[in-house]
């Protein structure tokens, strides 16, 4: 079983479409992360909430608690922007991954 | 530059020989955390220590010990490496309460 599901698995986008990307959980969680794996393999952490919405430039993350979702989204999309992005959540010290979508952008 | 390094970048092993894959932070953090990455299974927890002193397991600790002896260090121990261990292996750490995590660039561990 999978705590953390996402969703779509693979992504591909023209430059400058807007990303939606999904993240459902099916565990009381303590906060939502949203992680950059870059096609090096180095991770980033892009977002950790707890409710509500948080925005960095071009990224937003939102979170609705009551449905166990998430999403990160990726307004005027780059060729830079090509990386997987995963959603973990933590309970307590427990940490849970999802299997992450791989996003290509296009110029 | 402030942030968590690992070593080695790669390693081989043979099958049975044991390692240490080393992990350390320069943030003062007091959590720190060891993951494994396999296709399609995404990242899993391997171990994890919220201070010095203090350690933990995570979703899949069999095969490996650790040992928080200082703030700065957490090291990763396999006593007698498998082919199922063969992985790319993350640290990250973080400062309890609301920051997000920073990641160690990773360790690819081949055993065969």
């Known amino acids: 079983k999978n705590e953390v599901e996402q969703s779509p698995q693979n992504l591909t986008a023209q430059e400058g479409e807007f990303i939606t990307i999904n993240c459902s959980y099916s565990?009381?969680?303590?906060?939502l992360h949203w992680l950059q794996q870059h096609p090096g393999g180095g991770i980033v952490s892009l977002f950790m909430?707890?409710?509500g919405k948080k925005k960095h430039g071009r990224l937003i993350a939102t979170i609705n608690i009551q449905e166990k979702h998430s999403s990160l989204h990726i307004t005027a999309s780059h060729p830079r922007d090509s990386a997987v992005y995963i959603c973990?959540?933590?309970?307590?010290?427990?940490?849970?991954f999802g299997t992450g979508t791989s996003l290509t952008v296009i110029p | 530059n402030a942030g968590v390094t690992q070593t080695p970048k790669f390693q081989v092993l043979k099958t049975g020989q044991s390692m240490t894959l080393q992990c350390a932070q320069d943030?003062?953090?007091?959590?720190m955390s060891w993951y494994r990455q396999d296709p399609g299974m995404g990242l899993r927890l391997i171990h994890y220590?919220?201070?010095?002193?203090?350690?933990d397991q995570g979703e899949v600790p069999n095969g490996y010990n650790v040992s928080r002896s200082t703030t700065e260090d957490f090291p990763l121990r396999l006593l007698s490496a498998a082919p199922s261990q063969t992985s790319v292996y993350f640290c990250?750490?973080?400062?309890?309460?609301?920051?997000?995590?920073?990641f160690g660039s990773g360790t690819r561990l081949t055993v065969v």
């Open positions: 943030m003062n953090h007091e959590y």
């Open positions: 565990v009381g969680i303590s906060a």
């Open positions: 909430l707890s409710s």
């Open positions: 973990a959540v933590s309970t307590g010290n427990q940490f849970y």
């Open positions: 220590s919220v201070g010095a002193g203090i350690t």
């Open positions: 990250a750490s973080r400062q309890q309460g609301i920051y997000g995590y920073t």
